[in-house]
């Protein structure tokens, strides 16, 4: 069955870039999306990216997709103590029943100041 | 401002009892979807319906069950609560059907089984 993995812990200091990783199995997923869950809060879409498409740029983030090797990354420049947070990879799978998604494990980002 | 409620932020109950987490989306989305989610395993999908009145199993129905009486509201039920069901329990909701797949969630709440 479908399948997504995420490293469970990575922590970086106030100003470095971070980059979260995520492997997948259904290569047949049309968009692959990056959630971000802050604490005591629910989960809330960060950014996707279309399965057709290499990279998307947003600002502070970046979305880099290699369907060959199934692995989607999301990287965030100039990392804020703000962004501490988890961040879940998500993808649809494609016989997508109401809309269903599939979850990484999530990686939790801690920033020190 | 899109907005998706559940009904407490924690709950404490014991082993045995019926337990009722009730979610409401205020979007009139047609998808709604009940997860729990606990560390090293992220979020796995409980029930999800798709419509009112109806319903499909997720990745892990078993000792649940679920409720869409109304479009905007659905009901996660535990028949009888076991520890094994201490987790947190999130709701979420989406509208329409393929393209980019956005759901929205809840604030979760917080189930602990004594």
């Known amino acids: 069955g479908e399948d997504v993995e995420q490293s469970l812990f990575l922590s970086v200091r106030e100003g470095d870039s971070s980059v979260i990783n995520c492997t997948y199995t259904?290569?047949?997923?049309?968009?692959l999306y990056w959630y971000k869950q802050e604490p005591g809060a629910g989960l809330q879409l960060l950014t996707y990216?279309?399965?057709?498409?290499d990279m998307k740029q947003d600002q502070r983030l970046t979305v880099l997709l290699n369907k060959k090797d199934k692995h989607l990354s999301l990287r965030i420049a100039d990392t804020q103590t703000g962004d501490s947070a988890i961040y879940f990879c998500a993808e649809t799978p494609v016989y997508n029943q109401g809309g269903k998604l599939i979850f990484g494990q999530g990686t939790e980002l801690s920033v020190k100041p | 401002d899109v907005k998706v409620t559940q009904s407490s932020r924690y709950l404490v109950k014991r082993t045995g009892e019926k337990v009722f987490l009730e979610c409401v989306q205020d979007?009139?989305?047609?998808?709604m979807f009940w997860y729990r989610q606990d560390p090293g395993l992220g979020l796995r999908l409980i029930y999800f319906?798709?419509?009112?009145?109806?319903?499909e199993k997720g990745d892990i129905p078993e000792g649940y069950s679920v409720s869409r009486e109304k479009k905007e509201r659905f009901s996660l039920i535990l028949e009888s609560a076991s520890t094994n069901q201490t987790s947190m329990y999130l709701c979420?909701?989406?509208?329409?059907?393929?393209?980019?797949?956005?759901?929205?969630f809840g604030p979760g709440t917080r189930l602990t089984v004594l």
């Open positions: 259904d290569s047949s997923s049309t968009y």
């Open positions: 979007m009139d989305h047609e998808n």
């Open positions: 979420a909701s989406r509208g329409g059907s393929g393209g980019r797949n956005e759901q929205f």
């Open positions: 990216i279309f399965s057709n498409m």
């Open positions: 319906s798709y419509d009112v009145k109806m319903k």
